[in-house]
């Protein structure tokens, strides 16, 4: 089996990578059966983006802080881990995003795109889904759409819902509501197109942040799922994507 393994640049994930290389060797990513991420979960999404025409899968072992797409890190027993691990699929998001200054920018995400405002003042947005209107005007701190492998991350801190692996839907929520009150949100099919238009731009400036890739100053942003794009992630028996969202509601 040839094993790319990839570190953040933490200590503890330069260490973890000095080991398993001194016991199983390496090679490049374009060469490897499957790729070995050391890190957190940022660490993981970058490797995700940087690696999506590969066809290895990555598999990642947690030597960060949350972990929820790592395995646990264990330097023995890697190839049995490896032989036996399960496979998730995920489509990222595909955002759309045109500045006031009309430059057009495109970005990728697996987690969540996301609308913040950038200003003293509250974002106002209108909402249209698949080309209607749903919403004239959400008042509010941001928003943001999330797929169901990102609906523990962002999306669960600003209250929208744990979605299921395999669930085909999307979570829109809102960040900090003030009109409507306290409007949540709502679970949208993963074949919708979501637009948000900003209002009041030039009052009220927004941003918009793919995966931590940020466009600043947006007049309107495009969010569909990228359906053509397959990423391949592998976890332990038990301990894969479907378990980690169920549990993460009883904790």
């Known amino acids: 089996m040839r094993i790319a393994f990839l570190a953040s640049d933490a200590p503890v ?12 060797g390496t090679v490049e990513a374009t060469e490897a059966d499957v790729i070995v991420a ?11 983006h940087e690696m999506v025409d590969l066809a290895a899968p990555v598999y990642g072992m947690n030597r960060g802080t949350v972990g929820f797409l790592m395995n646990e890190y264990h330097e023995d027993g890697l190839i049995a881990r490896l ?11 595909s955002m759309t995003a045109m500045g006031r200054d009309g430059a057009v920018h495109k970005a990728l995400a697996i987690n969540e795109v996301s609308l913040l405002r950038a200003g003293p003042q509250a974002a106002r947005l209108k909402i249209s889904v698949d080309g209607r209107q ?15 492998a990102g609906s523990t991350a962002y999306n669960y801190s600003a209250h929208g819902p ?11 929520t809102a960040i900090a ?3 409507p009150r306290r409007w949540q949100g709502a679970l949208l099919p993963s074949s919708a197109t979501v637009r948000f238009d900003v209002l009041e731009a030039d009052k009220r400036p927004v941003m918009a ?27 332990d028996p038990g301990h894969g994507l ?9 904790t």
Request: include cysteine.
């Open 13 to 24: 994930a330069q260490l973890a990578r000095d080991a398993l290389v001194k016991r199983h």
């Open 38 to 48: 050391l890190g957190g979960d940022g660490f993981m999404l970058k490797t995700l």
């Open 83 to 93: 032989e036996a691990a399960n496979e998730e699929i995920i489509n990222p998001l």
């Open 134 to 148: 749903r919403l004239s005007e959400l008042v509010c701190d941001g928003a943001l759409v999330s797929t169901p």
């Open 162 to 172: 744990i979605l299921p692996i395999g669930s085909d839907v999307l979570a829109l």
């Open 177 to 179: 509501a003030f009109r």
């Open 209 to 235: 942040d793919a995966d931590s890739i940020s466009c600043p100053d947006i007049q309107w942003v495009e969010i569909q799922t990228e359906r053509s794009i397959r990423h391949k992630i592998l976890f």
């Open 242 to 250: 479907e378990e980690r969202l169920i549990s993460e509601q009883f």
